[in-house]
């Protein structure tokens, strides 16, 4: 028996390995099983060459699990290794001591991963012990044991072994228990190595018999060693990857297309990469691409690699030339990676630009579910907006689908206004706004659905891509002043008018949190309703993206403001303003009346101040018209307190805003039931 050591401190050694190249003790198993492909992949490729002229027999990798004994072994019949390659591969570490290992090997992680050293010590991450029983493919070798419990010592040792190959055995410690339960390894298994490129198996399948499972003969196979990606497109029909799909996400609906990639120049990388049906939350749908490295599993984390939009999609990619640390847990700055990155989105830019030219139906069935990923290239990435520009679509309440461009020369003629922008008319929920898309269509214009995750944020970026555009939500403003084309003319109420409907109606707005109401009065026209609620599109377009976009969230805290329009053309309107008039015409008149001397004499004064400086006025002049003033101010609020008294018992009135709320989906708790009664009590 050799004893040896492995030439430094367990502090240099384990602690590195724990805390700084290992930080999740589940990689062990990945390590361990690739470590044992590998070394069954070099010996095929020696038989192949011809270097090695032995029966290759059964080549499958093994995983067994003793809980009594408290073991796991990995098992395989590859390369094996002699006494002197033990000493190379499992020992080197000595050779300049971890540290200097580390950096020596800091610029070419690869040439780690995959092989015995580093890879291997992963496994004292789990266990207290570890043994390697091994035998040398090679003539005349023997059988040799290595042993070592995580401190500098180790012994190496003959043995008995008939089959080339390793064992390498687990003793786990007893903090790391948990590894020893099938469930738990089985799950890493299919995490790590499920599409490893030689057979592993871990135990024997099971079956039901006699009321409980029991083994049988067949192996437990738990990966795919030619999985999709490493196939040619020819070869692979549309079930073939729909079939992929379901394998990797039971529980998703079945993807819109998918891209398959494939290049070996300048860069490798092959794979799978399938475009999903996104249904809310798009922070949901990210990390799901899954990164190998020659069918090694490494992350589901592929920022970097590929751009942010593109985190959106499921698949596989599969690429040695991926930079990665010596734990394959981050990745490392590389040329390569930005090359990567523009080739996937170029891949993606082309595959949609196909589709879109070979068969448009198709694209436009699919567009709810693309625009998603569309719209977030385009927000966040200036070369991809380029391309999607040209196929990108709008979508507009009719179902009816158009390029920018197609859009564009549609509205033009109809939708410019007075000062030669063009208005995009847009809608986010068509039963709530159903009555403002009504009113637009009516005036002959076109109105766009516009009711994404993202169409918000769009919007902004589109009215700075396109040259004198405004986009409006339908529902922003009363119709006939959403495309203004020229001046406004028309017969409106005189002022003094304006304002009694005005107060009428103010003062019986309902309270509600975070909102308030201006109330105006215009001429809409007899046939159209007579109060409509609008919101400005500016202050609403920022509330909207606080909600979405960090460093605007005093907008969110802003409260909702919403015009309130009585159409001083329609029939009940002109009634309640006549019938309040009738009605307070007694109270009214004497405060009108001093309403109107005090006015004069404020204007009096004024015009004997007109070109005077402040301390040419008289003090008495300055503070009658203070007076004058307060005096004026106290007999509006009087006007409104009697017209709020009056219009307090007006039911016409109250049906009218709440008739107006209920449309607009502002109706609620106790004002909805109170409008119920009292539409039960007019009928």
């Keep these: ?111 780690i991963i995959g092989h015995f050293g580093l890879g291997f010590y992963s496994a004292f991450m789990v266990a207290k012990t570890v043994d390697i029983v091994t035998l040398s493919y090679k003539e005349g070798a023997k059988a040799v044991k290595w042993s070592c419990d995580g401190s500098p010592e180790f012994t190496l040792e003959e043995t008995e072994r008939s089959d080339r190959g390793t064992d390498i055995i687990l003793h786990v410690d007893e903090d790391c228990k948990e590894f020893l339960e099938e469930s738990r390894l089985q799950g890493l298994l299919t995490k790590y190595c499920h599409f490893l490129a030689v057979p592993v198996a871990f135990g024997k399948k099971k079956e039901w018999k006699d009321g409980k499972q029991v083994e049988t003969d067949e192996d437990n196979l738990i990966n795919d060693t030619c999985p999709i990606w490493t196939k040619k497109p020819s070869d692979l029909k549309e079930e073939d990857y729909k079939k992929f799909y379901r394998d990797l996400y039971p529980m998703a609906d079945e993807p819109l297309f998918w891209i398959h990639l494939n290049v070996d120049y300048p860069f490798n990388l092959t794979g799978v990469l399938y475009f999903p049906k996104i249904k809310n939350n798009i922070d949901l749908q990210r990390n799901k691409i899954q990164l190998y490295c020659n069918q090694v599993y490494v992350t589901d984390s592929v920022e970097g ?102 859009y564009q020369t549609l509205i033009k003629d109809n939708q410019t206004d007075k000062n030669g922008s063009l208005i995009y008319l847009y809608a986010n929920n068509l039963d709530e706004q159903y009555t403002y898309i009504d009113a637009a269509k009516n005036k002959g214009y076109n109105v766009l659905l516009m009711d994404g995750q993202l169409d918000v944020p769009m919007i902004n970026m589109l009215e700075q891509k396109f040259e004198k555009s405004h986009f409006t939500r339908v529902d922003s403003d009363i119709v006939d002043r959403l495309i203004v084309k020229e001046d406004q003319k028309g017969e409106e109420l005189p002022h003094d008018k304006q304002e009694v409907l005005s107060s009428l109606f103010k003062g019986q707005m309902p309270k509600v949190k975070k909102t308030e ?167």
């Design 1 to 111: 028996m050799q004893k040896g050591n492995i030439g430094v401190t367990t502090e240099n050694i384990f602690p590195i390995i724990k805390k700084f190249l290992y930080s999740d003790h589940e990689i062990f198993l990945r390590e361990l099983v690739s470590n044992a492909v590998d070394a069954t992949q070099k010996l095929k490729t020696l038989a192949a060459t011809g270097d090695f002229k032995g029966e290759l027999g059964d080549l499958t990798v093994r995983v067994k699990v003793d809980k009594e004994n408290g073991t796991i072994t990995i098992s395989d019949r590859g390369l094996g290794m002699t006494a002197e390659e033990i000493d190379k591969y499992i020992n080197q570490i000595a050779f300049s001591g971890a540290n200097d290992f580390l950096e020596k090997y800091k610029d070419d992680a690869n040439a």
């Design 305 to 406: 690699i590929v751009p942010d939009f593109l985190t959106l999609l499921h698949g596989v990619i599969d690429s040695p030339d991926i930079p990665l640390n010596v734990s394959r847990s981050y990745l490392q700055s590389d040329s390569n990676v930005k090359k990567i990155s523009t080739y996937i989105t170029k891949k993606v830019s082309d595959r949609l630009q196909s589709i879109f030219k070979n068969d448009r139906k198709e694209f436009e069935e699919k567009w709810d579910d693309l625009k998603i990923f569309i719209n977030y290239g385009m927000l966040t990435q200036e070369d991809f907006y380029e391309k999607a520009s040209k196929f990108a679509l709008f979508k507009d309440t009719d179902n009816k689908y158009y390029t920018f461009e197609e």
């Design 517 to 683: 109401f201006h109330v105006e009065a215009h001429a809409l026209g007899e046939n159209n309703a007579p109060i409509v609620i609008t919101q400005a599109e500016y202050m609403r377009r920022m509330k909207d993206m606080a909600s979405i976009q960090p460093g605007m969230s005093f907008y969110g805290e802003m409260p909702d403001m919403f015009n309130l329009v009585l159409n001083s053309d329609h029939r009940l309107i002109k009634q309640v303003l006549s019938d309040a008039e009738t009605a307070c015409a007694e109270k009214l008149v004497p405060v009108e009346s001093e309403i109107a001397m005090l006015t004069l004499r404020r204007n009096e004064l004024q015009k004997a101040q007109e070109g005077k400086k402040d301390e040419e006025i008289p003090t008495a002049e300055k503070d009658e018209l203070s007076e004058v003033e307060k005096k004026i101010e106290a007999q509006k609020t009087e006007k409104e307190n009697i017209l709020n008294g009056y219009a307090a018992g007006n039911k016409v009135v109250h049906q009218l805003i709440d008739l107006a709320l209920l449309q607009n989906n502002m109706l609620k708790g106790e004002a909805l039931t109170n409008f119920v009664k009292r539409s039960v009590e007019m009928i």
